[in-house]
């Protein structure tokens, strides 16, 4: 568990943007596990946050189970072999989400601007977060559910996650959902996502 305050600390001490506008101008920030040291843990042991204030002016803030890292599904059989799996590189990627359809079958957030990934393809048990092996373009990083199960929560990532961003309980996910529609039609359609290490949490 973490506090609002140590997120808007950390995310500013690396000079990122913090968004404090009054009436839902959210700030969506992943948290990696650091404690995993790069293993393919397989498991939602990130979080997501989303904090903003509310219609009267009030702070919210939201912590959800996640993984910010791909399944080991996919790390053992990566979409495109040669480029290998993408693993999406800690920072601030401004304006790079929207509220449209993922896989064309329900509302989630979706890329639509640049994003860099680390690519691993030696099919190990490790993310290999090497700087020489980094790729930035538009690649499906989306931000979706697991499990569309109401009221239930996926605990293995597996294939729920190629590279996206994903939160484990569906009743979690629509919480998070409805927040975004209600900043879509104050902010417009566009979401800037920041991931952050835990071992950066002030």
Sequence with gaps: MYT???????????GYKYFTG?????????????KTEG??????DDTMTISYKDENGEWQYQEYNC?????????????????????????QYRGSHKLRLHAGKYLALGQKKNVTVY???????????????????????NIHRATSRSGKGSTQVDKWSAGCQVIAHNDDWHEFLD??????????NSFTYTLLESKDIC
């Design 179 to 188: 927040i975004c529609q209600v900043a879509r039609e104050i902010w417009g």
């Design 39 to 44: 293993k393919v843990t397989n498991k939602f």
């Design 22 to 34: 009054d009436n839902y101008d959210v700030n969506i920030i992943g948290i990696r596990n650091s």
């Design 119 to 141: 690519r691993d393809n030696n099919r190990d048990d490790n993310y290999d977060l090497n700087e020489s092996k980094t790729d930035t373009g538009l690649f499906g990083i």
């Design 67 to 91: 993984t910010t890292d791909p399944g080991d599904d996919w790390m053992e059989n990566p979409w495109i072999d040669k480029i290998g799996c993408a693993v999406l590189k800690p920072g």
């Design 4 to 14: 609002r305050e140590q997120i808007k600390d950390t995310v500013e001490g690396l």
